[in-house]
């Protein structure tokens, strides 16, 4: 029989957080039939030890461990394949979105008949420039985004089996899941949190939430692409009445500018447009050359099932859903 709820947690070093996040879920899953879907993306800690004792000592516990660290997105991506639930939700292991919530989620989704639940952030306790900069990149999302914007929301989210599946027949390596998640559609309803702060543990870092935001806007924005093609049309124009000007100036003796100095400063200003420019068709490039590529989305080392009452392992899949 397959559980209501499958809770999926990507987990890399977080052998602090893990007992009280265990903890917490099984507390307010309690009257809910669910199973937890816990993914080592590669931990170099007690992390996969921790899991292992759960899935030994109690029901409904899977572990699955990746070959080596893939990132969170795939990390949630390997975990989504593994699920058996009717309803699946996304969390984090760093107890920055509360577990208590996903009862009322769940009774959210089936009160409007929604496909999905998103946790929607009204306020974060952490520091000011990492809410300026989330700030900021949501609102960039929402004026340059193909799907639908949906506010300050992260990967906490509740999903119906169909989402799921449509999600696993997505095939793209470079993985946007809150995106990928809005872009399937269906009925997509907000519930409001405030998101709490690291307790334990590091974050990810800023050159990787770059990192993230570039791979978000280069998978649903070609907005990149049309200011490229503007900035180099608005170059040349003006390089071409600054160069007249310069021209006329200096004819009628108002200025004194060598030609070298002229034509050094007006290569040295095309030239960065160029490379701004080329730089920006490589992002894109990039993503084409890596799904060419067709290698697997993640590569599985281990996968300890969960147990029943009775003490006999599930079956689970062991694969990626594109090579099942």
């Known amino acids: 029989m397959h559980p209501k709820l499958s809770v999926v947690v990507p987990v890399f070093n977080e052998e602090e957080s893990l007992p009280e996040l265990h903890a917490r879920l099984r507390k307010a899953l309690a009257g809910i039939s669910h199973e937890l879907v816990y993914v080592d993306d590669g931990s170099a800690d007690r992390s996969v030890e921790i899991v292992e004792g759960w899935t030994r000592a ?4 899977t572990l699955v461990q990746l070959s080596r660290n893939f990132g969170m997105e795939i990390a949630m ?8 639930g009717d309803w699946v939700v996304l969390i984090h292991a760093d107890l920055q979105d509360p577990p208590e919530l996903i009862p009322q989620m769940l009774e959210e989704a089936l009160r409007q008949q929604a496909d999905v639940v998103y946790a929607r952030r009204i306020g974060r306790d952490e520091s000011a420039v990492k ?3 989330a700030t900021t990149f949501y609102r960039m999302m929402e004026r340059l985004a193909r799907v639908p914007f949906q506010g300050q929301a992260g990967d906490f989210r509740l999903m119906s089996r169909r989402v799921v599946e449509a999600v696993q027949r997505m095939p793209e390596r470079r993985r946007f899941l809150r995106g990928m998640v809005a872009w399937v559609g269906f009925e997509q309803v907000p519930i409001e949190y405030r998101r709490a702060g690291r307790s334990h543990g590091r974050g990810a870092s800023y050159p990787q939430l770059f990192r993230l935001a570039i791979e978000a806007l280069t998978a649903y924005s070609d907005v990149p692409l049309s200011l490229a093609t503007i900035a180099g049309t608005f170059t ?3 390089s071409a009445l600054g160069g007249v000007l310069v021209a006329l100036l200096t004819l009628f003796g108002v200025v004194d500018v060598s030609t070298q ?4 400063l007006a290569l040295l200003f095309l030239g960065g447009i160029q490379l701004i420019t080329v730089g920006i068709i490589g992002r894109y490039l990039a993503r084409v050359h890596e799904e060419s590529l067709k290698r697997p989305l993640y590569l599985l080392s281990r996968v300890v ?8 392992e599930l079956d689970a899949p062991t694969e990626p859903a594109e090579s099942r």
């Open 305 to 312: 099932p969960a147990r029943t009452a009775s003490g006999r």
């Open 236 to 238: 040349a124009i003006v």
């Open 261 to 264: 100095s002229f034509v050094l």
């Open 131 to 133: 809410r300026s900069l």
């Open 77 to 84: 991506s390997a975990g989504i394949d593994q699920s058996r």
């Open 58 to 61: 109690e029901e409904g516990v």
